[in-house]
């Protein structure tokens, strides 16, 4: 890109950026390798002529965008794959895949085909057995067959257990029988499952001589291989428009008595014999790898889709001038507004912070893995735990600051050639899909108070969850990173402590443990988000810490400056966590004065409002009890404010450090050269009704019409 063509002020900002970008890229990407790596992919896929749409996805129908993403999908894979190495190990594929997304240089939504990959080839792998593998993988890999993974029906997703999707087994013939009993049994919802793949994984209840032995993945074929017409006993059909995923192909699927052969039961884990005898896996939660797998990995595809938006936020935050708040000079930037910087900034800081946490998250994952291979399941509860726990804190954030990205460039942002409404529509289905976060955040609950139970009674507390046996007592609050990350420690023990007690009182005025444990969820996912902060603030911060030794000084500042900000940030937004943390929970006196300081913290920042009584008295006693006073509060704010100024010049560097291709952010905001008033005419030349100057509707409706003749 020549230099004059860009945008002045983003030329500004580039030369006042005093850190590496390059080397704050190859930090992100994990090393100098795996930038190259990653590159040169990007520069292979988008070489391919064809891959990017002239007219827009959003102006065709919604076959025409189903036809035309089939028809990229296939292009797009087929490069993919003459640049695979078959050497090289999983944990290094993904390492460079993690910071590849030039799929959103190709499909503005998503491809038809991104479920094989994502689960469908998963699942052989980790439900298989090496038999299987052998044989399935290879037809897989090579695309011979497309599959997906079809667990969700229309009356459950959630509850696993609920699902109605019966394979009965058949000794006589020795095959299983497939049945949707109920439309409540349909599948719905499988990428891909509608017209583009030909077999699928799917997740139902075995049955033999009557008798259910729970839910198991089957691989089934569902289309003819020569004509694509779906087997007998085989329905399917696409389930309509959505939010997103317009081309994902997502589909329903029932069956009429269809019958596979026993031995397309996935068997790694558990089995089906010829005569009908069931030999039980080692733990019937094996069965939900891939879910604990792509739970792992969304916590990265997260951090990706923040970074994109924020990059287009930033540059256009950059070129975009509005307001003259002094007399008779230029309008600034609106990246020289503090309230801009407030929205930006932490999604800078939020995305490398899941980077590094989903990059950590995946050792762990790898580790786990590797350790249930060998028969060791003693770390799938805490795998389970934090994925739990992580998928859903990363997908809110992502979610809530993505769509802040986008009202940040006011009404630009809302056209959809930002690229920033898509990139929401892609982010907020995280939300939901593989695991409701609310119900996430249940099951993180109940793992933490089986622990909290075990805990009390002596048994030793691991991995990250060790620190909920230290000592909540109060620590004088010194407001530094470390102190900050050891509060929100001490707020999730707290809150655990509180809501065992809670149950336990529940349960004592006559409720079931199931009805006690609905009346506390509302406290119960508030621990498992209490943890999860604590999780992802110390593992950035440790992380960083750790890696920023090798790095350029200029460089390890800004990255500690992110750190920092990202800490500040939490402690501000869950500053009555803060309070409340502080403040010992010793007798009855105390958790009175805890609960006014409390109250009259609440009103000071919600309403600014405070009731003189509810104040006095708690300011009095907070002397006596607490560690963090109001000016704490304010100095934290100072240095919030600081920080966003300290961060300021080196804005447009730190999105350029996500180093996304032009093609990939695919936006007319976000654009390299900034020239973003260019980009949305082009854009909006594009549009089908101004191919012509006068639309046939006006001679047919609207010229009679303001005639009164119709
Ligand atoms: C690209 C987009 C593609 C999208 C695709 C999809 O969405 S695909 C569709 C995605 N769909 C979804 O994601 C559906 C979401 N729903 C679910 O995952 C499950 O139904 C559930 C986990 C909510 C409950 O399951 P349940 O009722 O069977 O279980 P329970 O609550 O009775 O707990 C029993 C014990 O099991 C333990 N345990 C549970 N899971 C795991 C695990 N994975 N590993 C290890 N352990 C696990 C749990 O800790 C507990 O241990 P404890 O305390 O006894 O020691
Ligand atoms: C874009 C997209 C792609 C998808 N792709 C696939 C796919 O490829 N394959 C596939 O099999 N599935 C897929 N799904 C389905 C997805 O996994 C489910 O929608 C998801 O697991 C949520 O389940 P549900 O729809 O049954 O929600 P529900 O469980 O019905 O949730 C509705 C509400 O009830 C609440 N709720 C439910 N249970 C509880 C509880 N125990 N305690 C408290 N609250 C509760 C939830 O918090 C939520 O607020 C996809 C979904 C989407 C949106």
Not at 450 to 473: R, S
Not at 560 to 574: G, H, I, S
Not at 648 to 662: E, H, M, Y
Request: with cysteine; charged share 25%; proline share 4%.
């Amino acid at each position: 890109m020549s230099a004059n063509k860009v945008n002045v002020d983003l030329q500004r900002e580039r030369a006042k950026c005093d850190f590496n970008t390059e080397e704050l890229t190859n930090f992100l990407d994990w090393g100098v390798k795996y930038t190259e790596k990653r590159r040169n992919l990007e520069q292979k896929v988008l070489s391919v002529k064809g891959l990017l749409d002239d007219t827009p996805e959003e102006y065709m129908s919604h076959k025409e965008k189903y036809e035309n993403s089939i028809r990229k999908s296939v292009l797009f894979y087929k490069t993919l794959h003459s640049m695979e190495d078959e050497n090289m190990s999983i944990d290094e594929k993904t390492r460079i895949n993690f910071r590849n997304i030039v799929t959103s240089a190709v499909f503005k939504d998503n491809s038809p085909l991104m479920l094989h990959n994502s689960m469908f080839i998963p699942t052989i792998m980790g439900q298989g057995t090496d038999e299987q593998k052998a044989y399935w993988m290879k037809r897989a890999k090579n695309m011979e067959i497309i599959g997906t993974y079809a667990q969700t029906e229309l009356g459950h997703g959630t509850f696993i257990r609920g699902l109605e999707t019966q394979a009965t087994y058949d000794p006589d013939t020795e095959e299983l029988v497939l049945h949707s009993p109920a439309l409540s049994s349909y599948k719905w919802w499988p990428g891909g499952l509608a017209h583009t793949a030909n077999y699928c994984v799917v997740m139902a209840r075995l049955y033999i001589k009557g008798k259910s032995h729970g839910i198991h993945p089957f691989m089934v074929q569902i289309r003819d291989e020569e004509t694509h017409m779906p087997l007998p006993g085989i329905k399917l059909g696409e389930i309509g428009a959505k939010l997103g995923f317009n081309t994902v192909n997502n589909g329903f699927l029932g069956f009429e008595n269809h019958r596979i052969p026993r031995d397309r039961m996935l068997m790694k884990n558990a089995q089906v014999l010829k005569d009908g005898t069931f030999v039980a896996g080692s733990n019937s939660k094996l069965t939900y790898g891939t879910m604990v797998f792509v739970r792992v990995i969304i916590v990265n595809s997260m951090a990706n889709m923040l970074a994109k938006a924020v990059t287009i936020a930033v540059r256009y935050s950059a070129i975009r001038r509005q307001s003259q708040p002094k007399p008779n000079e230029p309008e600034p930037q609106i990246l020289d507004y503090v309230t801009q910087q407030h929205k930006l900034f932490i999604a800078i800081a939020s995305s490398h912070a899941f980077y590094i946490n989903a990059m950590w998250l995946w050792e762990i994952y790898y580790s786990v893995t590797s350790q249930l291979a060998g028969g060791n399941l003693d770390n799938l509860p805490e795998l389970h735990a934090l994925a739990c726990c992580l998928k859903p804190l990363s997908t809110i954030d992502a979610t809530t600051m993505i769509e802040k990205c986008r009202l940040a460039c006011g009404g630009h942002g809302y056209m959809l050639s930002a690229n920033l409404a898509q990139t929401y529509g892609l982010a907020t289905a995280a939300y939901t899909y593989e695991g409701e976060n609310t119900v996430l955040l249940l099951q993180a609950a109940r793992s933490l108070v089986k622990a909290w139970g075990g805990h009390v009674k002596g048994q030793p507390l691991k991995g990250t969850m060790a620190y909920l046996a230290e000592n909540p007592t109060v620590k004088v609050w010194d407001g530094s990173v470390d102190g900050i990350i050891q509060s929100f420690k001490v707020v999730a023990i707290r809150k655990l402590s509180s809501v065992v007690k809670i149950l336990k009182e529940y349960e004592k005025s006559g409720l079931s443990p199931e009805d006690a444990w609905n009346k506390a969820s509302v406290f119960l996912t508030a621990v498992s988000e209490a943890h999860g902060r604590a999780v992802l603030l110390s593992v950035y911060k440790s992380e960083t810490d750790k890696r920023a030794a090798a790095l350029s000084p200029p460089l390890r500042k800004v990255l500690l400056q992110m750190v920092d900000l990202y800490v500040t940030y939490w402690a501000l937004e869950k500053v009555g966590d803060m309070l409340l943390s502080y403040v010992p929970v010793v007798g009855k006196r105390a958790s009175t004065v805890r609960r006014q300081f409390a109250l009259s913290w609440a009103l000071r920042l919600d309403s600014g409002h405070v009731s003189p009584i509810a104040f006095m008295s708690a300011a009095a006693e907070r002397r006596q009890y607490a560690s963090i006073t109001e000016r704490d509060v304010e100095e934290l704010q100072r240095r919030y404010i600081e920080l966003l100024a300290a961060i300021r010049p080196n804005a447009v560097g730190l999105v350029d450090a996500f180093d996304f291709r032009d093609e990939i952010l695919n936006s007319a905001l976000g654009a390299y050269d900034g020239r973003a008033y260019e980009r949305l005419m082009e854009e909006a030349m594009k549009s089908p009704l101004n191919a012509e100057p006068v639309n046939q509707t006006f001679h047919k409706y609207l010229k009679p019409f303001m005639r009164g003749k119709l």
